[in-house]
């Protein structure tokens, strides 16, 4: 009975320490289309890096461009391929319905990776306040 609660017990310890490790990262994005091939590049580097690390792109303003349907790169390429592979990788796309509201966008618009959240910049605060993500501002 000993040895059995103390595998239970080192099994614990080694799932919490796991638990931690895991780095929680949230990219604030609110610059356009111009710059989110660098994004989204620069989160693919990571998770090739880091493939464990919990990632949410919190957009609002211009930066939510990217996450609309048929939006192009400066070379014509649609985001909607990389944005549904990091999806499937685990990442999280959530744009502000304030600036959708503000700019009279339809969420239909938006990709369907794309979840809405009331406010973008209070998005990214709650995730860094009350869950530990670390803040990017690529």
């Known amino acids: 009975m000993k040895r059995l609660?103390?595998?239970i017990f080192l099994s614990l310890m080694a799932a919490i320490g796991f638990a931690q490790d895991?780095?929680?990262?949230?990219?604030?994005?609110n610059t356009g289309v111009e710059t989110a091939a660098a994004i989204?590049?620069?989160?693919?580097?990571?998770?090739?890096a880091s493939p464990t690390d919990k990632?949410?792109?919190?957009?609002h303003g211009p930066g939510?461009?990217?996450?609309?349907?048929?939006?192009?790169?400066?070379?014509?390429r649609e985001f909607s391929g990389q944005v549904s592979a990091l999806s499937?990788?685990?990442?999280?796309?959530?744009?502000?319905?304030?600036t959708l509201q503000t700019r009279k966008?339809?969420?239909?618009?938006?990709?369907?990776?794309?979840?809405?959240?009331?406010s973008g910049?209070?998005?990214?605060?709650?995730?860094?306040a009350k869950e530990g993500f670390v803040y990017l501002k690529p």
Request: aromatic share 4%; charged share 25%; glycine share 2%.
């Open 105 to 118: 966008i339809d969420a239909s618009k938006l990709l369907m990776e794309a979840q809405m959240v009331p």
């Open 5 to 7: 609660l103390c595998a």
């Open 121 to 128: 910049v209070a998005e990214v605060a709650r995730l860094q």
């Open 22 to 29: 895991k780095v929680k990262v949230v990219y604030h994005v």
């Open 55 to 59: 990632i949410v792109v919190v957009t």
């Open 40 to 48: 989204l590049n620069n989160i693919t580097n990571e998770l090739n």
């Open 88 to 98: 499937a990788k685990g990442v999280e796309f959530r744009v502000c319905n304030n």
């Open 64 to 76: 939510i461009d990217f996450l609309l349907s048929d939006a192009k790169d400066s070379k014509g």
